[in-house]
């Protein structure tokens, strides 16, 4: 049986090595399938790939470019909010001064009036007391040369001198008034 095998075996090729002609057909299949692959294959994943490529450098420059505009409406945003709390303090300012102003003014012209209606009323007051004590002196005058006229039992008609009795007589009432507001003012 041994002998049976070997003689098979000489008498067809070695198992081990391929049929020549089917190497050479799967040769000249795979290089069809190279020459399209390379022709028609290769050139449309180049042309995606470089689409890829284009559309997320692109993708990168235009976030890149929406990053800068952004930071400078950012920066330009701090700048006017900056500006605008600097005005608003010194408007702020302006108005407390403004207003500081307006009070000093109105406390001057409250205290120039308030001098003004007491310089009026002290004016008024001594018109009016004037006015009284001439009047008093002629009443008192009457009065008194009438009541002196009766305690005495004549007419004391002449006027110059119950003028001059009567302007004697308030002024040493004068005198005692004044005398009297000396000694309670040192008390």
């Known amino acids: 049986m041994n002998n049976l095998l070997i003689s098979a075996?000489?008498?067809s090729e070695n198992p081990l090595l391929p049929n020549v002609w089917e190497i050479v057909?799967?040769?000249?299949?795979?290089v069809i399938l190279m020459i399209i692959a390379v022709k028609y294959v290769v050139p449309m994943?180049?042309?995606?790939?470089?689409?890829r490529t284009e559309a997320i450098e692109g993708g990168i420059a235009k976030a890149e470019?929406?990053?800068?505009?952004?930071?400078?409406?950012?920066?330009?945003?701090?700048q006017?909010?900056?500006d605008a709390r600097a005005e608003a303090n010194r408007i702020r300012e302006e108005?407390?001064?403004e207003g500081a102003q307006i009070l000093a003014d109105l406390k001057d012209k409250a205290a120039a009036e308030?001098?003004?209606i007491t310089e009026q009323a002290h004016v008024a007051i001594a018109a009016e007391r004037q006015a009284a004590v001439v009047s008093l002196r002629s009443e008192v005058g009457t009065l008194a040369t009438t009541l002196a006229g009766r305690i005495v039992g004549e007419a004391l008609e002449d006027d110059e001198r119950s003028t001059r009795v009567v302007d004697r007589f308030l002024a040493d009432l004068e005198?005692?008034?004044?005398e009297n507001q000396d000694a309670g003012a040192v008390q």
């Open 9 to 11: 075996a000489a008498d």
């Open 95 to 97: 108005a407390r001064g």
């Open 80 to 82: 006017q909010l900056t």
């Open 175 to 178: 005198n005692q008034g004044l």
């Open 114 to 116: 308030s001098a003004r």
């Open 45 to 51: 994943f180049e042309k995606t790939y470089a689409a």
């Open 65 to 78: 470019k929406a990053q800068a505009e952004a930071s400078a409406a950012l920066e330009e945003y701090k």
């Open 25 to 30: 057909i799967v040769g000249i299949g795979f």
